[in-house]
Structure formats: C-alpha cells, structure tokens
C-alpha cells in the first residue's frame, strides 16, 4: 500500500519494473484504489476499508530457489 504517488516515485517505477528495465519481474502494477475502497462499502470483508490510496502489485515466476532469491530482492521498496 503506497500513501502517496509523487512523480519521483512513479519516476522509480518505470526505471525499476518499465519495459526497458532489467527487471524479470512479469506483472508490475500501480493501482489507484479510489474512495470507496478507503471508506469501506459496507459489506463485510476481512479489512473495513484501506486507508492508502494506491497499491503496487508484482508477480513473478521463480523456476529455483535462486531465482526466487533474486525476484525478491529486485521487489523490495528502497
């Protein structure tokens, strides 16, 4: 969950996950949630509501551990 989504940051992103990084990350996703998911709708789920208002999403295939190891540090925020 990100509470904010400056420039800089999306700067990052594209430099970190864009189709011009070394990344072998498959799926790198910003989603801005929108007000209804950080108010809550009502219905009962596991979480009320969220209260930041974008979320990153990556997904990758690791084939071996090491891999995996690599995806994961590649992943992690600064």
Do not use: H, N, W, Y
């Amino acid at each position: 969950m990100l509470t904010g989504l400056p420039e800089e940051a999306v700067d990052a992103f594209l430099a970190a996950a864009g189709p011009e990084s070394p990344s072998d990350v498959m799926i790198a996703e910003l989603r801005q949630l929108g007000r209804v998911l950080a108010c809550g709708s009502g219905v009962p789920f596991a979480l009320p509501g969220f209260a930041a208002p974008f979320a990153l999403l990556t997904v990758s295939v690791a084939p071996t551990p090491e891999i995996g190891a690599a995806l994961k540090e590649q992943c992690r925020l600064p």
